[in-house]
């Protein structure tokens, strides 16, 4: 081998050096940019030629060249951040962003996001996050998603309102409570008797041992007041057949001027039934537990005096097996719930249901209120009654309201975006509704060395690193999802400083390599003189 050969030997070693010195020098550019992957830079000696020697043939190599620069895809750091929809991997996986203008699908470990005017979730250059919609529909307890990965765009601020479907009550009645109504025909409905809808004040409170009011609310988010009236029945007539138990009587009412409902075009907002939506009785043991209910509402073939208890039924159940009224805010032409999109059918409970609703659901023959009578005996009973808690009791204490809840709620407003690890975004809303949102997907790759860098923190899918895996955080092979946090760069500093080092000296030596050989070729041309 000549002593040019080395020369350029040397000149392979510089330029490969210098290639690994722009790699690093990108490195630490990068040390501080979101999502960033370092790269390293790997050499292969060059071909080589054959020489004779004294021991046979033997090889001399002609330099370096640049085998490989490979991507190190390991974790970055966690950076806190205050942006809800800022967002880290931890783990495999890449975000999926797509470009407005081309169509072009990049691939990101750059979590930075926003939503932007147009209420597209969008990155740093505008280009759009890619997801599933939440199919809030479902009946899973798990988050399911709906339709193929799309934009994720908020398309509305609002939380639509819901009306209510159930109310529950937690009460103590207390057992030593005087009985304010009285009527020795119909002792299980003398306070039932006292109400008069046209009346400004429809049940006085000299008629009502304790009462209890909670905020309903109709298909359009009006707010409406729910009362419960109870009074104990202290009747000679049913005391005696009670063997100890107590018993006592309950109504469910509405402000009458709230109350839409009508039987046969009639208003019952003009009559002394108006707001009357359910009565009956509650029987408790000596020890103020809860045995059995009745329960009534208005039939919707009423007719005449509609406060005569032969128009009151025994009530229907809900599917889970608890009793239903009827009401109706919003003026629907029936009182019995049958017209779904204007009465509510709200579903009570008291800590009692019926495991068995076929028939009646109840287990009696009497089919109106006025069969009830003044008989202990007569207070029927469900057909497979379940005493699901202890909701409401009559112990030796004060009546008092522990607690409770109903299901509707008026319109609210989109106050906050939260995250979870599953890649979840949820929307937080004024009425108090707690809405998943979209679901973030996820893309990775078999070869992740095959990706080809576009800038921008952006790859782009390449020959050789195979086709996209989607799916979503926290299954199969993908990491989860770090609310709050992005991933900031893989590089480290101190690795990069030694690396650099040992490039410059690569380099020096290579310099030094040529400079050698150029000395030597001058010594050569010196022979001539």
Not at 161 to 177: E, G, I, R
């Amino acid at each position: 081998m000549s002593v040019t050969g080395s020369m350029y030997a040397g000149i392979s070693g510089i330029t490969a050096q210098s290639q690994a010195m722009s790699v690093i020098g990108n490195n630490l550019a990068n040390s501080n940019t979101l999502g960033f992957k370092s790269a390293v830079v790997r050499f292969e000696d060059v071909f080589y030629s054959t020489v004779s020697t004294a021991n046979g043939l033997g090889q001399v190599g002609h330099g370096v060249a640049v085998s490989s620069i490979y991507n190190d895809f390991s974790q970055g750091s966690y950076e806190s951040s205050s942006e809800a929809t800022d967002v880290a991997i931890g783990g495999n996986g890449f975000f999926m962003v797509d470009n407005p203008n081309t169509g072009q699908r990049y691939y990101t470990r750059a979590g930075d996001f926003q939503f932007d005017q147009d209420g597209y979730l969008v990155d740093a250059h505008g280009y759009l996050v890619q997801g599933w919609f939440v199919d809030n529909d479902s009946a899973s307890s798990e988050v399911q998603t709906k339709g193929a990965i799309t934009d994720l765009r908020l398309t509305s601020y609002q939380s639509p309102p819901s009306a209510t479907s159930y109310v529950s009550m937690y009460l103590n009645l207390d057992k030593n409570s005087e009985d304010e109504s009285t009527d020795a025909a119909n002792p299980f409905f003398a306070m039932f008797n006292q109400w008069d809808g046209t009346d400004e004040e429809p049940l006085g409170d000299s008629t009502y041992s304790f009462q209890n009011t909670i905020t309903v609310y109709d298909e359009a988010g009006s707010p409406h007041e729910l009362t419960v009236y109870f009074d104990p029945v202290q009747d000679d007539a049913v005391a005696s057949g009670a063997g100890g138990n107590q018993v006592w009587e309950y109504v469910v009412t509405c402000n009458p001027s709230d109350d839409g409902r009508t039987i046969d075009g009639q208003s019952l907002s003009t009559t002394s039934s108006a707001g009357l939506l359910m009565t009956g009785t509650m029987t408790f043991n000596a020890s103020g537990q809860m045995l059995g209910m009745t329960a009534f509402t208005l039939k919707s073939t009423a007719a005449g005096d509609l406060k005569d208890l032969s128009n009151w039924t025994p009530a229907d159940f809900s599917e889970d097996g608890y009793p239903v009224f009827t009401a109706n805010f919003s003026g629907s032409d029936d009182a019995d719930g049958t017209d779904q999109n204007a009465a509510l059918n709200v579903e009570i409970d008291f800590g009692i249901r019926n495991k068995d609703t076929t028939g009646t659901g109840w287990n009696t023959a009497i089919t109106d209120a006025s069969a009830l009578g003044t008989s202990y005996a007569n207070l029927f009973t469900m057909n497979n009654q379940e005493i699901v808690s202890d909701s409401v009791s009559a112990y030796d204490g004060s009546s008092t309201a522990l607690d409770q809840s109903q299901d509707g709620y008026a319109m609210g407003f989109l106050q906050s975006i939260s995250t979870d690890r599953d890649g979840v975004i949820t929307g937080t809303y004024s009425n108090g509704q707690v809405i998943d949102l979209f679901v973030l997907a996820l893309a990775d790759f078999t070869n992740e060395q095959g990706l080809v860098l576009d800038g921008g923190n952006l790859y782009l899918e390449g020959s050789e690193s195979g086709d996209p895996t989607t799916g979503r955080a926290n299954t199969a092979r993908f990491g989860s999802i770090s609310p709050n946090t992005l991933e900031q760069s893989n590089v480290d500093v101190s690795t990069e400083m030694v690396r650099l080092i040992t490039t410059q000296r690569g380099y020096q030596a290579n310099s030094k390599v040529i400079t050698t050989a150029d000395t030597l070729l001058q010594e050569a041309i010196n022979l001539k003189r």
